[in-house]
C-alpha cells in the first residue's frame, strides 16, 4: 500500500515537473490537475515531458478562480482518477504545484502505514472558526454567492448586501454541518470514496457550488460524515499572514523549515534554488520518526505577526507605517509645549539655555513651519512649506523625528495651528505634552484692535483648546499630558517648569536657578472681566482677580516648590 498524491498546478511547470518525478521516485502514484486558463501549447508541453511515468496521470481540466466551485470540481476529478486506477492507493494527499516535500517520502509512506484509517484534515466548526480575515463566517453558508469575487467584486458585493436586507437564508442540506478548514489535506481511500460515491452527492454539490470558498469547506464538512478516525490537522505546513494572504518561503527559512518536521509545505518560492535543491536530495539512511510539529513554527510565525502589525517603538518598514490602529509611535520621544510663548516672551532662547535643546516655534503654524533657528529645510529634507505639510501631517511628524533621532525635538502648539496632528501626539507614548490653558488670552490682551473682534476671537480660541484638552484626556490616550491653568502656572512657575525639564531627562536633574522672562500681565485680570461682562467666560485661564497687584515677571514669588 501506497500514498496518492494529487497535485493543483497552474504555474511555474519546471518546479511542478521537479516534484512530481520526486514523487514517482518513491513509489507514489500521482494526478495532476491543470489549471484550464492555461494555454494549450503550453499544457501539451507539461504533459508531454512528464509522458514517461506509468504512475503520472493527468485529469480533465477545470478552470481554477479562487474562492470558485472549480477547485473542488478539480480535486473530485483527480481523486476519482486516483482511485480507479491506482488500487495500492490507502491515503490520498492534495498538494499544490507550489508544495515542495520536507521530508523523505519513506517517512510520510511510514507515517500514514501505522495510521491505515485515520483522516488528516483541518474540519472545524463554523460557529468556532475565527481565522477568517476580512470575509464571512456562518454567511457563507445560508448566503448565495454566484459572483467571483475577484472579477466582480461590485456585484458580489451588491448581491451580499441584497440578500441580507430581504432576509433571505439557505437551507443546509440535512446530514451536513458546515465545517471548515485547509484546503491540503490527506484523505483515506474510505472516506474519500465514500464522499465521491454517496447517493446524495448531487445535492451536496448543488448546494456548495453556491458556498463561498467551497474548497475550503465541502471535504472539511462531508469528511465528518464518513472518517472512522479525523485528526483536524493538516499534514502541509501553510501559514497566512494577518492580512489573510498565504506567506512564502524562501531560501533563508531553509532550517525554519527543517524544524518544523512536517512532511510538505506551501507556499514555496519557484527560484528558491536552495530549498528545492536540500529537500529533493537523495535522502539518507536514518528515519526520521519525529511527529509533524506546526507548533514550533506557529511560535515563531506569532511573534512575526506581532513585530509586523504591532512593531516595536520608533522602527519602521512598510507594513507598519504608524496608522491608526498600530502601535509602533514615532521614532524618538519629543515635547510638545501649549501656551508657554505666549506667556514667556524669551521661552526659546530660555530652554537652549537650561536644557541645551532647541526648541522649535509653531510647527503647524497656518502658513509655515517655524523650524528652530528660522530653517527653512532641516534634516531630511523636510522644507517650511506648509502646503506640503498639510499633505500629512503625521507623516511630517513622523520623518522630522525619524531623521533627528538622538536629539530631542521640543515644538510648541496652541489653538490657532492646524489641529489635525493633535490625534497624532495624543496616542502617541512618545509624547510629552505640556499645556498652560488660557494662555492664548495675552496675545489678546496685547492686541490693540476692537474689543468685538477680540471677542470673537476668544470665544474661538477657547472652544478649539477645549475640544484639545478632550483629546489630550481620552482614557485611551498614550502620551505623557500635564495640564495647567494659566492662574495655576503663574502661580509658582519655577516648580512647574522643574517638573517639565525633569520627565525630559536631557540633563542630570538639577534645581532651576532662573525662569523665563514672564510678559508683563498688569490690567490682565480686568481684560478678563471686560471679556466676561461682553459674554465671553474665559474658564480655561483660571480664576484671575479684577484688580490685582501688578504681575510681572520681577513681582513673581519665588517660592520653594516640591517637584512632583
Not at 476529478?77 to 492507493?89: G, H, N, P, T
Not at 491505515?116 to 453558508?141: C, H, K, M, Y
Not at 474519500?192 to 451536496?204: E, G, H, T
Amino acid at each position: 500500500m501506497t500514498v496518492g498524491i494529487i497535485m493543483l498546478v497552474h504555474t511555474a511547470f519546471d518546479r511542478a515537473e521537479q516534484v512530481a518525478r520526486h514523487w514517482t521516485r518513491a513509489g507514489c502514484p500521482v494526478v495532476i490537475h491543470v489549471d484550464k486558463a492555461l494555454p494549450l501549447a503550453q499544457y501539451e508541453k507539461f504533459a508531454a515531458a512528464l509522458s514517461d511515468i506509468a504512475t503520472l496521470k493527468f485529469a480533465p481540466c477545470h478552470r481554477c478562480e479562487w474562492g470558485t466551485w472549480g477547485l473542488v470540481s478539480a480535486v473530485q476529478d483527480a481523486s476519482e482518477i486516483m482511485l480507479s486506477s491506482f488500487k495500492e492507493v490507502r491515503h490520498v494527499y492534495l498538494t499544490s504545484g507550489a508544495c515542495l516535500p520536507l521530508r523523505p517520502v519513506e517517512d510520510l509512506i511510514s507515517y500514514l502505514a501505522e495510521r491505515p484509517q485515520t483522516d488528516f484534515i483541518e474540519s472545524a466548526n463554523v460557529a468556532t472558526v475565527l481565522w477568517p480575515v476580512g470575509g464571512l463566517d456562518e454567511e457563507r453558508f445560508t448566503l448565495r454567492f454566484p459572483f467571483s469575487w475577484k472579477k466582480h467584486r461590485y456585484l458580489f458585493d451588491k448581491y451580499v448586501d441584497l440578500q441580507r436586507r430581504i432576509g433571505f437564508k439557505r437551507n443546509i442540506p440535512d446530514g451536513i454541518v458546515p465545517h471548515m478548514g485547509s484546503q491540503w489535506w490527506c484523505l483515506t481511500r474510505q472516506t474519500l470514496s465514500a464522499i465521491l460515491q454517496d447517493p446524495k452527492r448531487p445535492v451536496f454539490d448543488k448546494y456548495f457550488k453556491r458556498v463561498w470558498i467551497p474548497d475550503e469547506s465541502y471535504f472539511q464538512t462531508l469528511a465528518r460524515r464518513y472518517s472512522v478516525a479525523l485528526e483536524s490537522r493538516s499534514l502541509t505546513l501553510s501559514k497566512f499572514d494577518f492580512q489573510g494572504r498565504p506567506h512564502i518561503f524562501y531560501d533563508d527559512h531553509l532550517r525554519l523549515l527543517r524544524r518544523s518536521d512536517c512532511f510538505v509545505a506551501r507556499k514555496i518560492w519557484p527560484r528558491a534554488n536552495k530549498l528545492y535543491d536540500a529537500f529533493l536530495a537523495a535522502p539518507g539512511d536514518d528515519m526520521n520518526r519525529a511527529e509533524p510539529d506546526l507548533g514550533k513554527v506557529d511560535r515563531i510565525f506569532a511573534k512575526a505577526v506581532q513585530r509586523r502589525t504591532r512593531g516595536r517603538s520608533g522602527l519602521y518598514m512598510q507594513s507598519r507605517f504608524p496608522r491608526s490602529g498600530y502601535a509602533s509611535g514615532t521614532a524618538a520621544k519629543y515635547s510638545v509645549f501649549h501656551g508657554f510663548s505666549d506667556l514667556f516672551e524669551d521661552f526659546a532662547d530660555w530652554m537652549h539655555r537650561t536644557t541645551g535643546t532647541n526648541l522649535h516655534g509653531h510647527l503647524f503654524a497656518p502658513d509655515r513651519v517655524e523650524f528652530a533657528g528660522g530653517k527653512t529645510i532641516v534634516a531630511g529634507g523636510l522644507s517650511d512649506s506648509a502646503a506640503l505639510r498639510d499633505a500629512n501631517c503625521a507623516a511630517f511628524l513622523t520623518n522630522l523625528l525619524w531623521n533627528t533621532r538622538g536629539e530631542r525635538q521640543c515644538f510648541l502648539f496652541g489653538p490657532t495651528d492646524d489641529q489635525r496632528i493633535r490625534k497624532t501626539i495624543a496616542y502617541d507614548r512618545n509624547a510629552q505634552v505640556s499645556v498652560i490653558t488660557g494662555a492664548w488670552a495675552i496675545p489678546l490682551f496685547k492686541s490693540n484692535v476692537d474689543f468685538a473682534d477680540i471677542r470673537e476671537e476668544a470665544t474661538k480660541l477657547q472652544q478649539v483648546e477645549a475640544e484639545h484638552l478632550a483629546i489630550l484626556r481620552r482614557p485611551d490616550a498614550k502620551a505623557r499630558v500635564r495640564v495647567w491653568t494659566l492662574a495655576e502656572f503663574i502661580d509658582a512657575p519655577i516648580g512647574l517648569l522643574q517638573t517639565i525639564i525633569d520627565e525630559m531627562g536631557e540633563k542630570p536633574s538639577q534645581r532651576l536657578a532662573e525662569a523665563p522672562r514672564m510678559a508683563d500681565l498688569t490690567g490682565f485680570g480686568q481684560f478678563l472681566q471686560n471679556l466676561k461682562n461682553q459674554g465671553v467666560q474665559p474658564n480655561l485661564t483660571g480664576n484671575f482677580p479684577a484688580n490685582p497687584e501688578p504681575m510681572n515677571a520681577q513681582s513673581l514669588p519665588q517660592k520653594p516648590y516640591l517637584v512632583r
